[in-house]
């Protein structure tokens, strides 16, 4: 992975992704030949957006949290809750809203950290990166800092958050996905709870592509970013937005010169925008229909992994393993493709029998060819 000089990822091959994307489009709020600058990606295609969606005032900070507590966040129960953890507080009316927020344990969180814009300006205001964020009774707001956001395995999570809870013990698995994860190695990353992963992706994406060329520290902490920006790919596809996110975008823009988030209503955006690569074959009506993916054991893993899928009738199955930068290292050819479920091992090694180094990887499922779903694992020491 590397930035180019029009500070735009670009991905070596984007087979797997473009799978990923095509096989969760549907979930969407457009189909995959979009209706937001059709045709345009990468540098092209950011510099339009910026141009169309990049607000030129908004309501400046104070009256920014004041709007979002008190008419856009707070829920049908008046209740007001962190993005992070789902902590509620209780919003009275007739109060100030940012100021009761703060005094009953809620801060601003700005998913781009403000030390990246000198917390100043347009980017600190922009309602489309601001939520909610407990400080107490738990600290969250300020133990999740600046920290690049990442998917954290379950082995390195130092801490777990969930409503007033704080805890290095590893939860009930049944009720893992309900809590953000803090990983202190190198510097630290953060993991955002399942529900609201794709959220904070689009706001990312929406984040950089507004404001890289106008604050050039913006690029700085994209950097720190990059590593993890798969991730950041996958909480897009795994999350898709949702009725609520799609309202919450237009109502900012009512106050935003009428400027959504594009990433938002536009779930082909990310693909077309950061990997421009994958280009535009394979939507959702070339997939194998009915086939799927169920997962592989263990996960992590060492050494092995089984990879296990079902078929919806008889046909000539296979999966295809990539490394992260999209570039098949193996294909595993079923030796059974009848009806129903079905397994098959890889061993970690490539093709040509070459041991694969730690990292994720993506495996994806193909019916007669045609790709059917794709999945991410992990291969540890």
């Not at 009316?93 to 809620?106: K, N």
């Not at 008889?314 to 490394?323: C, H, K, Q, S």
Request: with cysteine; aromatic share 12%; charged share 20%.
């Amino acid at each position: 992975m590397r930035p180019v000089k029009s500070k735009i990822l670009y991905v070596v091959s984007g087979a797997v992704m473009l799978a990923v994307l095509g096989a969760n489009a549907v979930a969407g709020t457009v189909p995959p030949d979009s209706t937001i600058f059709p045709g345009l990606k990468g540098a092209q295609l950011m510099d339009s957006l910026e141009l169309r969606f990049r607000a030129s005032s908004n309501l400046g900070y104070d009256a920014a949290r004041d709007t979002l507590y008190g008419k856009i966040d707070k829920d049908p129960a008046d209740s007001l809750r962190c993005i992070y953890s789902g902590y509620a507080v209780y919003m009275q009316a007739g109060q100030d809203p940012s100021t009761w927020a703060y005094d009953h344990g809620l801060d601003c969180e700005h998913t781009w950290p403000q030390s990246s814009f000198n917390q100043s300006g347009l980017p600190r205001a922009d309602m489309h990166h601001l939520y909610a964020c407990q400080r107490s009774p738990v600290s969250v707001n300020g133990d999740r800092g600046d920290s690049p956001f990442s998917e954290i395995p379950d082995g390195e999570t130092d801490y777990w958050y969930y409503r007033a809870i704080k805890t290095s013990t590893p939860p009930d698995p049944a009720i893992r996905d309900q809590y953000s994860e803090l990983d202190n190695a190198s510097g630290g990353s953060w993991e955002v709870r399942e529900q609201w992963a794709g959220n904070v992706s689009r706001g990312l994406f929406y984040f950089y592509n507004m404001y890289r060329n106008s604050h050039p520290a913006v690029e700085t902490w994209w950097q720190g970013q990059l590593p993890y920006v798969y991730d950041l790919l996958a909480w897009h596809v795994e999350d898709p937005a949702d009725a609520p996110e799609i309202a919450r975008t237009k109502k900012i823009a009512t106050y935003q010169q009428g400027k959504v988030n594009p990433y938002i209503l536009d779930s082909t955006l990310v693909r077309r925008a950061y990997f421009p690569n994958m280009g535009v074959e394979g939507g959702p009506g070339a997939l194998a229909s009915g086939a799927r993916l169920l997962g592989n054991v263990p996960n992590p893993f060492q050494g092995s992994t089984v990879i296990l899928y079902s078929l919806p009738g008889p046909g000539r199955a296979e999966v295809v393993i990539y490394n992260v930068l999209g570039l098949e290292v193996a294909r595993l050819a079923a030796s059974s493709s009848g009806q129903g479920e079905r397994s098959i091992a890889w061993n970690a090694r490539s093709s040509g029998g070459q041991p694969q180094p730690p990292g994720i990887y993506f495996y994806q499922l193909k019916v007669g060819g045609v790709p059917a779903a794709t999945r991410r694992m992990l291969l540890v020491r």
